[in-house]
């Protein structure tokens, strides 16, 4: 400030420096508050009603010690890719945050991280490099470390995306680390809906829950989505406690074999999808049900597409270490 305010004298005539001298130095008077900070500021426009602040996401460092009474490991993970299908496209870039928790879903600290790009085979299509910022200059020459991101992957207890049916396909096509390991959604298996929340999408949950951050670059989309899921609102379990309740808990998919055509509407109207066997899938409507509500489902099936109280629906029990293959 000195320096500006010598700058700012130099400007004036002399009579005006004359005039300072006789007045003394400046004193700010005893009653006057001292300068509000960043916080203060955004505190008091967030308190007038007519303000929403976003604060500035910031990552949490990784600890240099690993605290014994967080003796679990997950690791949030994401991916970029050129495009959507597992089959034919490739990842250009994996980002995975290592983090501790214990057995009820606290969350402990960070223990790793990595980011790591990778040149594909093809070059990137344009609309994959507006959405994220990834040009083939960028990935040219480039590898991702196998050893580095092993080092995280294999001892994980539990692996996450948001949206886990996209990612954990293209990263087990992509390397066999990743084969036999538990993955949670934080897409499907939480209820963002409960907690007040009107969108899944990442960047929307991150700009609800008051924050912002540079989006669509996989370390930092890991980041992001560690801070939301350990965001705790009053009394309740955090949304990371919730997702890792239900990862343990088995989903089954229910198939509705050989129903009538005639039937196919009444299906779709409560939540059946479609599969055309291509996908590993039986040829044939479909739906993801808890244990508790398999019960209802079965009779549903029986007696309103069936209408046979002995049709015995093909079924298939998924944990996490099934759930999201395809």
Same mark, same amino acid.
Request: a negative charge; one cysteine or more.
């Given at each position: 400030?000195?320096?500006?305010?010598?700058? $700012?004298?130099?400007?004036?005539?002399?009579?005006s420096?004359?005039v300072a001298?006789?007045?003394?130095?400046?004193?700010?008077?005893?009653? $006057?508050? #001292?300068?509000?900070?960043?916080?203060?500021?955004?505190?008091?426009?967030?308190?007038?009603?007519?303000?929403?602040?976003?604060?500035? =996401?910031?990552?949490?460092?990784?600890?240099?010690? @690993?605290?014994?009474?967080f003796s679990?490991?997950?690791? !949030?993970?994401?991916?970029?890719?050129?495009? =959507?299908?597992?089959?034919?496209?490739?990842?250009?870039?994996?980002?995975?945050?290592?983090?501790?928790?214990?057995?009820?879903?606290a969350? &402990?600290?960070?223990?790793?991280?990595?980011?790591?790009?990778? $040149?594909? %085979?093809?070059?990137?299509?344009?609309? !994959?490099?507006?959405?994220?910022?990834?040009?083939? #200059?960028?990935?040219e020459?480039?590898?991702?470390?196998?050893?580095?991101?092993?080092?995280?992957?294999?001892? #994980?207890?539990?692996?996450?995306?948001?949206n886990?049916?996209?990612?954990?396909? +293209? *990263?087990?096509?992509? %390397?066999?680390? +990743?084969?036999?390991?538990?993955?949670? *959604?934080?897409?499907?298996?939480?209820?963002w809906? #409960?907690?007040? +929340?009107?969108?899944?999408?990442? /960047?929307?949950?991150?700009?609800?829950?008051?924050?912002?951050?540079?989006?669509?670059?996989?370390?930092?989309? *890991?980041?992001?989505?560690?801070?939301?899921?350990?965001?705790?609102? &009053?009394?309740?379990?955090?949304?990371?406690?919730?997702?890792?309740?239900?990862? $343990?808990? *088995?989903?089954?998919?229910?198939?509705a074999?050989?129903?009538?055509?005639?039937?196919?509407?009444?299906?779709?109207? @409560? /939540?059946? @999808?479609?599969?055309?066997g291509?996908?590993? @899938?039986?040829? %044939?409507?479909w739906?993801?049900?808890?244990?508790?509500?398999? /019960?209802?489902? =079965? %009779?549903?099936?029986?007696?309103?597409?069936?209408?046979?109280?002995e049709a015995?629906p093909p079924?298939?029990? =998924?944990?996490? +270490?099934?759930?999201?293959?395809?």
């Open positions: 400030m000195s320096v500006q305010r010598d700058s $700012q004298l130099d400007m004036f005539a002399k009579p420096l004359t001298k006789a007045r003394g130095p400046s004193r700010r008077p005893s009653s $006057q508050p #001292a300068a509000n900070s960043d916080e203060d500021m955004a505190r008091t426009l967030e308190q007038s009603g007519n303000y929403r602040i976003l604060r500035k =996401l910031t990552a949490r460092p990784i600890a240099s010690v @690993r605290r014994p009474e679990r490991l997950g690791v !949030i993970l994401d991916t970029e890719t050129t495009g =959507l299908n597992h089959r034919s496209d490739e990842i250009i870039e994996i980002g995975a945050v290592a983090f501790t928790f214990d057995d009820d879903g969350l &402990g600290d960070i223990v790793g991280i990595y980011g790591g790009l990778q $040149q594909p %085979s093809r070059s990137i299509p344009p609309e !994959i490099t507006r959405l994220t910022g990834i040009t083939d #200059a960028m990935v020459g480039q590898v991702i470390d196998m050893r580095s991101l092993s080092a995280l992957i294999e001892p #994980a207890d539990l692996i996450i995306a948001h886990a049916g996209f990612d954990r396909p +293209f *990263c087990e096509a992509f %390397s066999k680390i +990743f084969a036999g390991k538990a993955w949670a *959604c934080s897409v499907s298996e939480i209820d809906s #409960a907690r007040g +929340f009107e969108g899944t999408k990442l /960047g929307y949950l991150v700009g609800q829950a008051g924050y912002f951050h540079d989006g669509h670059r996989a370390v930092d989309d *890991c980041h992001a989505l560690l801070e939301i899921l350990d965001r705790q609102q &009053g009394d309740g379990e955090s949304p990371f406690a919730e997702l890792y309740r239900a990862s $343990q808990c *088995c989903r089954i998919h229910l198939f074999e050989h129903s009538p055509f005639e039937m196919k509407d009444h299906l779709k109207a @409560r /939540g059946y @999808r479609w599969s055309d291509s996908d590993g @899938r039986l040829k %044939s409507w739906i993801e049900v808890g244990e508790d509500d398999l /019960g209802d489902e =079965l %009779s549903y099936l029986r007696s309103e597409i069936y209408r046979w109280k015995e079924i298939v029990r =998924l944990t996490a +270490f099934d759930r999201f293959k395809l």
